[in-house]
């Protein structure tokens, strides 16, 4: 078994101990969790030790050696692994910033519980752990560079989500994914508000690559993958037509076919990343479209000449 793995294995018992409900399994929580904490910062140091030996950093004792051609070389020494001190000196050496003030928090609790005794209520303790939950969620994400709802496993990550801290931080990286897409603030806000998973209703939807106008998008609670036109509307898991009048429209602005897209009482287009107020058909040719949709009679659209163009093109023209 991994030692990833483990950690999980061990967050997921504490998780379980948790949601008991029992004064006497939330000191169990406090020691599965904190253990689980700890192995995923072994399990950070693993994957930064050399390829020769993978697990020389996670090694309390470190020796040098010389290889075949003569360079030193080291590696792990004896069965012992880094504890919580030798953990914190190997991030710093590594420059890796870490704020350590809320595993200290629970660390402190699971010595007392081990060693002593905890005179913290049972609301305390369970306070503590719940402040766990944040950080196992941002270790996993910034620092292995994971999803924590695949990591976790679904019902271990169904039951962090409940809490409030972990929701708003995975909130604001869904927000953030489609900022980094070109949306201001205010605009991937109201996209979240307005957006929701059509298998388990959550609105926790980030954006992922982009090889189109409208990037993929993976459900933050369940792991679907989605595209935009399955989370438009709950109650409809796809549109047939894309360009369906309510659904979606074209862009005058940038000549985008299909990018602009209902959400909520606003129209928005993932090819200028703007709030469009001006929507309507052409007057010419009927198309739907967003921008100044005066004059479209004689001027055109995106899609055409209008009836100026139409004349310009024609025959009679021509022959003028």
């Given at each position: ?20 409900d ?7 929580a ?11 910062y072994?399990?950070k140091?693993?994957r930064?030790s050399?390829?020769?030996d993978?697990e ?16 030193v070389?080291?590696?792990?020494d004896?069965?012992k ?11 710093k050496s590594l ?9 200290e928090?629970?660390n ?5 519980i ?19 939950f ?8 910034e620092?292995?560079?994971?999803e924590p ?20 931080a ?10 980094a ?6 605009i991937?806000?109201h996209i979240?508000?307005n ?12 954006a992922?690559?982009q ?6 998008l ?8 989605l ?9 409809k ?8 009048e ?11 076919t299909?990018?602009v ?6 129209w ?26 005066e ?13 100026m163009?139409h ?8 022959d003028?």
């Amino acid at each position: 078994m991994s030692l990833l793995q483990n950690a999980i294995d061990s967050i997921q018992v504490g998780v379980e101990d948790y949601r008991m409900d029992d004064d006497r399994r939330y000191l169990s929580a406090v020691r599965n969790i904190c253990a689980g904490i700890l192995l995923l910062y072994k399990e950070k140091l693993k994957r930064l030790s050399p390829l020769y030996d993978k697990e020389v950093l996670i090694k309390q004792s470190i020796k040098p050696i010389r290889d075949e051609q003569g360079n030193v070389l080291f590696v792990g020494d004896g069965e012992k692994t880094v504890d919580v001190q030798t953990i914190k000196k190997r991030f710093k050496s590594l420059k890796i910033d870490y704020d350590w003030d809320r595993f200290e928090e629970i660390n402190k609790l699971r010595n007392n519980i081990e060693h002593y005794y905890t005179d913290k209520s049972s609301g305390a303790v369970q306070e503590v752990i719940v402040t766990s939950f944040l950080l196992i969620r941002d270790f996993i994400s910034e620092y292995l560079e994971e999803e924590p709802y695949s990591v976790l496993g679904k019902d271990c990550w169904q039951i962090l989500l409940e809490t409030e801290d972990v929701y708003q931080a995975e909130k604001k990286t869904c927000e953030q994914s489609f900022e980094a897409y070109g949306f201001e603030s205010q605009i991937s806000e109201h996209i979240l508000e307005n957006i929701r998973c059509p298998f388990c209703h959550s609105s926790l939807i980030k954006a992922q690559d982009q090889s189109d106008i409208f990037p993929s998008l993976v459900c933050c609670s369940c792991s679907k993958d989605l595209k935009i036109n399955d989370v438009i509307e709950e109650e409809k898991i796809s549109y047939k037509d894309f360009a369906s009048e309510g659904s979606f429209a074209s862009c005058n602005d940038t000549a985008s076919t299909n990018s602009v897209v209902k959400l909520g009482d606003k129209w928005i287009c993932f090819s200028c990343q703007e709030i469009h107020d001006d929507v309507g058909h052409c007057e010419y040719c009927n198309e739907f479209i967003t921008g100044d949709l005066e004059d479209t009679f004689l001027s055109g659209c995106l899609m055409c000449d209008g009836q100026m163009g139409h004349y310009m093109n024609s025959r009679a023209y021509n022959d003028d």
